[in-house]
């Protein structure tokens, strides 16, 4: 997957580092700035899903490693059960 080079643009809130991104629509700041962190932060940690960033499928296996930016897009899905 080819990411962008460019460093995120980071604020600080309470001495903490915020990346402002958009989560299945809805806008958040996230204190992690890696895909795998910010999931833990924002509740997944433990859930079965599937995500992709700015409409790029990333593997679990390659989560920790995909830098967040400024205004990027994710999107988590999880599976569905049922017939």
């Excluded at 299945?24 to 899903?49: H, I, M, P």
Aim: net charge negative; proline share 5%.
């Amino acid at each position: 997957m080819t990411r962008r080079p460019i460093r995120p643009t980071r604020h600080e809130h309470d001495g903490v580092e915020h990346v402002k991104i958009s989560v299945n629509g809805d806008l958040r700041e996230v204190a992690n700035t890696n895909l795998a962190s910010a999931l833990t932060e924002l509740g997944f940690a433990d859930a079965k899903v599937a995500s992709a960033v700015n409409g790029e499928f990333v593997p679990a296996a390659l989560r920790a490693s995909t830098e967040l930016g400024e205004g990027d897009s994710i999107e988590v899905l999880a599976p569905m059960q049922g017939g």
